[in-house]
């Protein structure tokens, strides 16, 4: 079991830039959660997956955000047309639930973007 | 809607004190409660959590926290604190019925002095 795995850890780009981040989760997890977390503040969900299925989003997923999860294993968050705004750390968390039981969300170490 | 109220953006204490970090939760579920600890620069670590059954729970590292329905609150407790401790500590409540999302409260900042 390697954990939670996130890719890039720093990525720093240009207003208006496109940014793509990676999440690997625990093997066998069948959730996925995004979370994003700014300067001294908690984290704050943005989305999650069961399995491929994008089942939740927050408001805070502008149209300009979007996530995947092919085939269930790895997912992708994409930010187009990045903003100021958008710097902060972005947080994946896996888990595996079954039935109507909580879960417990493993975190990966983030990846933190600046956005200049 | 769910929320947290972590009181004391940041805690002092001294090596071998008792630390005591507060956290209060709104649910109008049962809630699911837990404690994280972040160092810099890193992921969240999962320290304990309470989901059902008895309502004092122990975690890693030699923290404890209490569930109170009553008073709403799950307050972290460790009788003896290390220099290593320093971090910052956040509470999160989830239910299912919210997807198991977490929402976390703003975090307190644990400093050990000497």
């Known amino acids: 079991d390697t954990g939670v795995s996130q890719d890039p850890r720093h990525k720093i780009t240009k207003r208006g830039q496109n940014v793509t981040f990676r999440c690997d989760p625990i093997?066998?997890?069948?959730?996925l959660y995004w979370y994003r977390q700014t300067l001294g503040q908690g984290p704050e969900f943005l989305t999650y997956?069961?399995?491929?299925?994008?089942?939740?989003k927050s408001r805070l997923l502008s149209d300009r955000f979007s996530a995947e999860r092919p085939k269930g294993s790895f997912s992708t968050l994409e930010i187009q047309r990045t903003e100021q705004g958008d710097s902060a750390m972005y947080l994946c968390?896996?888990?595996?639930?079954?039935?109507?039981?909580?879960?417990?969300?493993?975190f990966g170490p983030g990846t933190r973007l600046t956005v200049l | 809607a769910q929320s947290v109220t972590q009181l004391g953006s940041h805690v002092s204490v001294s090596e071998g004190a008792l630390v005591l970090l507060r956290c209060n939760y709104s649910?109008?579920?049962?809630?699911?409660l837990f404690w994280y600890v972040q160092y810099p620069n890193q992921g969240l670590q999962l320290l304990l959590k309470?989901?059902?059954?008895?309502?004092l729970v122990k975690g890693i590292n030699g923290f404890e926290a209490e569930f109170k329905k009553s008073e709403t609150s799950f307050h972290l407790t460790k009788p003896s604190a290390h220099m290593s401790d320093a971090a910052e500590y956040f509470c999160?409540?989830?239910?299912?019925?919210?997807?198991?999302?977490?929402?976390f409260g703003t975090g307190t900042q644990l400093k050990v002095e000497l």
């Open positions: 968390a896996s888990s595996f639930i079954a039935g109507g039981s909580t879960d417990t969300q493993y």
């Open positions: 093997s066998e997890h069948n959730r």
């Open positions: 997956f069961q399995n491929e299925a994008q089942l939740e």
């Open positions: 649910s109008s579920v049962p809630p699911y």
């Open positions: 309470y989901t059902t059954g008895a309502t």
């Open positions: 999160a409540v989830s239910s299912t019925g919210g997807g198991n999302k977490l929402t």
